[in-house]
């Protein structure tokens, strides 16, 4: 959760922390423990100058390190949360291009911070959806398509299974 919190609130103040704890509704501990260990962990890490992967992108905006070139290509954007998206909004002014991929269908880290939403969101001049899946046989896909048509929050799309019957037991 302590990476979570600061994913969704990159930097955040304790009223952010107690505002992530009650919308998530943790009941196993306490909000003042949360709250106390989730600050207890972030003066741990800047006392003894650690740095978790979190704490690395944080960074990374705090100094603005900035990258650039030509092509800025970014794979699985549906699994970005609102700190990547800083970071990368800051990134893309410095290319020439940019490439994204990433499928909303596929977005299942949300427990961990990241939103499709960046991706559903995302401006582009050209946008091109895969037409054929080559994981899914028929019968999955079939499966699939019924469960995951019922996420009111995804970018219909069509596209083909790669043909062959499968099982679904």
Do not use: C
């Not at 949300?110 to 001049?125: H, M, P, R, V």
């Not at 028929?138 to 790669?162: C, D, M, P, T, Y």
């Amino acid at each position: 959760a302590f990476n979570k919190v600061r994913l969704l609130n990159p930097f955040p103040d304790t009223d952010k922390v107690r505002a992530f704890f009650r919308k998530e509704d943790i009941g196993y501990i306490s909000e003042e423990t949360f709250v106390k260990l989730f600050m207890d962990y972030m003066n741990f890490l800047d006392k003894k100058k650690l740095f978790d992967f979190t704490s690395l992108l944080e960074k990374a905006l705090e100094y603005e390190l900035l990258i650039g070139g030509d092509v800025l290509v970014i794979d699985e954007f549906q699994d970005f949360g609102a700190l990547h998206h800083l970071l990368i909004q800051s990134w893309l002014p410095r290319f020439r291009y940019s490439i994204v991929a990433g499928d909303d269908d596929q977005a299942i880290f949300e427990f961990a911070g990241s939103d499709a939403k960046f991706l559903i969101e995302a401006q582009s001049e050209n946008t091109v959806i895969l037409p054929q899946s080559y994981r899914l046989p028929l019968e999955i896909h079939q499966k699939a398509l019924e469960v995951i048509s019922k996420n009111k929050g995804r970018v219909a799309k069509q596209f083909e299974s790669r043909g062959s019957k499968g099982l679904v037991q």
